[in-house]
């Protein structure tokens, strides 16, 4: 029973993974992409949790959806102070459609 | 120095791929996704790796944990490069700062401003009891590295974590791109690792080829140094750079106008 737990954890996690992943890409708005690329981060640790690797699970969470989100947010402020960078455009439609 | 029109107008946008260079690209995706399936099927199912090589030998490394005598011992050579990596990302941000800006306290000068209040009286209630738990979370991280997960970069972190905080809270100021003891103290890490690397050659080791006896304590001390240099590169890397004071409002206005589109 443990067992057949187990992979419905780990197969709830891979479907979020890969979704989250699609998702933080295709997101038309930026900030959207940077929360779900740290949410990404964060699942990602508990990934490698479940995969036995707690120092990578650590540094994932630590460095790939702390400070690389942090810093993303950082990038997103100043593109949208700079002049010459243009101010983050709404949602475009052609991306728009997947459900 | 205003920016010429060309430059700050919109980019023209690309045209969406036909279908043909759709299908084209899924059939490319697919194939590459099948290969790399492929691949991982035909990997052998119980293989040992490196594993029993690292934990026959993981007490000559002089730590306990088998991931810390990896980076830091058997694998040095790609910390080490890591290390450096983190420090020329600090360069090519500074390398970044606007014309004139150098030495200045990072960020935009709105905000430099700022008395060191901060806006939010919440987020500094939280930062008041946080930061220093994120330290002692920090030196724990770093004293259990050599025998349980843990170690200098994810202790590195936390602290950058703590210092981030408190300049988001305005309760601390980033230093001067110009002031001396910040990049020393990022320089540090990388030149203390060169050091232990160095420490082994004049007996007639290797490069990274700690002597046996005291490669516990080089490890202990190069990862100390390291987790203030990574603590202080990623905290320096969010503060961002200097930014001109006037610059902004002149660009901005006169150019929107030009391109009515």
Redesign the interface.
Known sequence: MIGALDLAFDAVLAILLAGLAWRALASPALFTGIVLFIVFGLLMAVAWLRLGA??V???EA??GA??TG??FL?ALD?IG?D??G?EEKPAEP?NGRQP | MA?NPE??G?TRPEP?PGPAARAGLAVACLALAAGLGRVVLDLPADAAGLAPVVSGRLAESGVD?P?TAVLLNFRGYDTLLETGVLLLALIAVWSLTPAGCWGGVPG?PARRGEPPGGPDPVLRGFVRWLAPVAVLVAVY?LAVGTHQ???A??AG??L??AA?LLLLAGMARPPATASLWPRLVAVAGFLAFVAAALAGMPGGREFLEYPLGLAGTLIELVETVLTLAIGAT?AL??A?VPEPPAA?PP??GP?KTELPR
């Open positions: 707690p120092d699970a650590l540094a630590a460095i702390g400070l942090v810093l950082r100043r102070r002049p010459a243009g052609e | 920016a430059a700050a919109p969406a944990n991931v935009p991280l997960p843990g170690g970069f994810q972190t936390v950058a974590a981030v990623l890397l969010v961002g902004k660009p901005t150019i």
